[in-house]
């Protein structure tokens, strides 16, 4: 079924002949908008204290890692097809421990006419894979998990969180 028959299910991305297109934002208002994504990276309490301590053989793991989101979510339209390029204002990526892993979570934000989810994800994302990168040869077993979006501010929809982590 193409999108000139779904109505009100109307896809976005595909156009009357069921080709995918971009989405035109032109006329959209700019607006304030904000996403926020978190992830986890759970390994051994050795490769954990190893990143905290940074001893870890390839050197500055959370560094580089950050690094690596924030350049990951610069480039977000090079990767998933559909995004629009976009000038971010922002784009943080934060750490924190837990028993077993590290969280991290990445924000990105811009004054402008579509979110920024992706950017967030992307960033999150990236951000993980160079932990693992870089720890690997501490422990090869790690698993990267619970990626997800948390948060998004701004546009039509408004303000949203995800369920269980309250307002």
Same mark, same amino acid.
């Given at each position: 079924?193409?999108? !000139? %028959? #779904?109505?009100?299910? &109307?896809?976005?991305? @595909?156009?009357?002949?069921?080709? *995918?297109?971009?989405?035109?934002?032109?006329?959209?208002?700019? %607006?304030?908008?904000?996403?926020? $994504?978190?992830?986890? @990276?759970?390994?051994?309490?050795?490769?954990? $204290? /190893? @990143?905290?301590?940074?001893? /870890?053989?390839?050197?500055?793991?959370?560094?580089?890692?950050?690094? !690596?989101?924030?350049?990951?979510?610069?480039?977000?339209?090079?990767?998933?097809?559909?995004?629009?390029?976009?000038?971010?204002?922002?784009?943080? +990526?934060?750490?924190?421990?837990? *028993?077993?892993?590290? #969280? +991290? %979570?990445?924000? &990105? !934000?811009?004054?402008?006419?579509?979110? +920024?989810?992706?950017?967030? @994800?992307?960033? =999150?994302?990236?951000?993980?894979?160079?932990?693992?990168?870089? $720890?690997?040869?501490?422990?090869? =077993?790690?698993?990267?998990?619970?990626?997800?979006? +948390?948060?998004?501010?701004?546009?039509? !929809?408004?303000?949203? #969180?995800?369920?269980?982590?309250?307002?």
């Amino acid at each position: 079924m193409n999108s !000139s %028959t #779904r109505g009100d299910d &109307a896809l976005t991305h @595909i156009d009357a002949e069921g080709n *995918a297109k971009m989405v035109d934002v032109g006329a959209k208002p700019a %607006t304030a908008r904000l996403a926020v $994504a978190s992830g986890r @990276i759970r390994m051994s309490g050795e490769a954990l $204290a /190893a @990143i905290k301590a940074g001893n /870890a053989p390839k050197g500055d793991v959370l560094g580089t890692a950050r690094i !690596s989101g924030i350049m990951a979510a610069k480039r977000t339209a090079e990767l998933i097809p559909m995004c629009h390029p976009l000038a971010l204002d922002a784009v943080t +990526v934060d750490f924190s421990w837990e *028993a077993d892993a590290l #969280r +991290v %979570t990445a924000s &990105a !934000s811009l004054t402008g006419k579509t979110g +920024v989810e992706m950017e967030a @994800i992307v960033a =999150a994302t990236m951000t993980l894979v160079t932990i693992y990168d870089m $720890a690997k040869a501490l422990d090869k =077993a790690m698993v990267i998990e619970d990626v997800r979006l +948390v948060e998004k501010r701004g546009g039509k !929809s408004g303000h949203w #969180r995800a369920p269980g982590l309250g307002e």
